[in-house]
């Protein structure tokens, strides 16, 4: 099974600021990873696809990068709506994991 | 716009059995891979079960519910079920149907989710 770890487990930052959140597989999973955003009381979202492919009618600050075991999640600036609980998730082999998911909480 | 809506979730005891069902509309629901995800109390999102598009020929389980859950189809009707039998307390989540883009992929659209209990 690849385990996905993401760091760090919760991130504190104020409105506008930079985001970055980190997953690292414990094998390649060459690009095959995605990013979720979930708030609380509501289903995942797909944020990001096959590391960097942003899902539709997914805000342009939202950037994924990375590939094999190394991905990072980059939202520019945050806004109000962005603080959530965010997943990644590969599907480069069976079966399907998660990450243990990264809260951005308002500082 | 595509919705996915979940129904047949509540409280079961140990041991006990229970059906959920996915209605799916806004898509060709016989054209998509489907899956159903789950989340146990104020925890992160565990892959359960995937059916492939078409027929549904293809599936597979996580190693946590092989052999107790079985993930089924009916295209006629636009609907998903998990039947889920031998329950446990550790089953105890909230249970969300999603679209698959691939049979091995990725989840673009999901449902609200429903509870389901097992308790005695």
């Known amino acids: 099974e690849i385990v996905l770890t993401q760091s760090p487990a919760t991130l504190s930052l104020s409105p506008g600021e930079r985001a970055t959140l980190s997953c690292r597989a414990s094998q390649s999973v060459s690009n095959y990873l995605a990013w979720y955003q979930q708030k609380p009381g509501q289903a995942p979202r797909l944020l990001i696809s096959?590391?960097?492919i942003r899902a539709t009618g997914i805000s342009a600050r939202f950037s994924g990068s990375g590939s094999g075991t190394d991905f990072t999640l980059t939202i520019s600036s945050l806004e109000p709506e962005d603080f959530a609980v965010y997943y990644c998730?590969?599907?480069?082999?069976?079966?399907?994991?998660f990450g243990g998911g990264t809260k951005v909480e308002i500082k | 716009d595509v919705q996915l809506v979940e129904s047949g979730g509540g409280l079961v005891q140990p041991g006990g059995s229970l059906r959920l069902s996915c209605a799916a509309s806004?898509?060709?629901?016989?054209?998509?891979?489907v899956t159903w995800v789950r989340q146990a109390p104020g925890k992160g999102l565990e892959w359960v079960s995937n059916?492939?598009?078409?027929?549904?020929?293809?599936?597979t389980y996580a190693d946590s519910v092989k052999g107790r859950f079985t993930i089924s189809r009916d295209n006629s009707k636009n609907t998903l079920y998990l039947q889920m039998n031998s329950l446990r307390a550790e089953d105890t989540a909230v249970y969300y149907c999603a679209r698959a883009s691939g049979f091995l992929s990725f989840f673009d659209y999901w449902g609200h989710g429903n509870l389901v209990t097992v308790s005695s």
């Open positions: 806004g898509f060709t629901f016989s054209s998509f891979a």
């Open positions: 998730q590969q599907r480069s082999n069976w079966p399907l994991t």
């Open positions: 059916i492939s598009g078409g027929s549904g020929g293809s599936t």
């Open positions: 096959d590391a960097s």
